[in-house]
């Protein structure tokens, strides 16, 4: 088994009608499921990146969080750790990504929140 295997909390990211639809699309524009990155901070502050899926080379430290439509969601497992291990909700807001992110629509891109318990998406 692989480090990278070892970092896993698959089922504690989960998303927003909105980004569920924002997701769906960039699914059918690209053909084929788009991958999330959690940014650190730096550069981009810290929204999600979005790509086309398998266009981001993850690193040995980065780990799976989620999975969203059969999209994948990863950050740091470091990070993660520091952060209390949250549950995120993926959600779309207006503005423009950062960096090579993938737009959530004309004019939107995609944002995490810290999910909290009892919490329904809509």
């Known amino acids: 088994m692989s480090e990278k295997a070892e970092y896993s909390a698959v089922g504690r990211v989960t998303a ?3 980004a569920r639809r924002a997701i769906a699309a960039l699914c059918a524009a690209h053909g084929g499921p788009v991958m999330f990155v959690q940014s650190g ?3 981009d502050g810290s929204d999600p990146m979005c790509f086309p899926g398998g ?3 993850l690193g040995d430290g980065d780990m799976l969080v989620g999975v969203v439509d059969g999209c994948t969601f990863h950050m740091d497992a470091e990070q993660y750790e520091a952060f209390g291990r949250p549950f995120y909700l993926l959600d779309v807001t207006e503005g423009t990504p950062g960096g090579f992110s993938l737009a959530a629509g004309d004019g939107l891109h995609f944002v995490t929140r810290v999910k909290a318990p009892g919490h329904r998406t809509s």
């Open 41 to 43: 901070g730096c550069c």
């Open 16 to 18: 927003t009608r909105s």
């Open 55 to 57: 266009e981001f080379a």
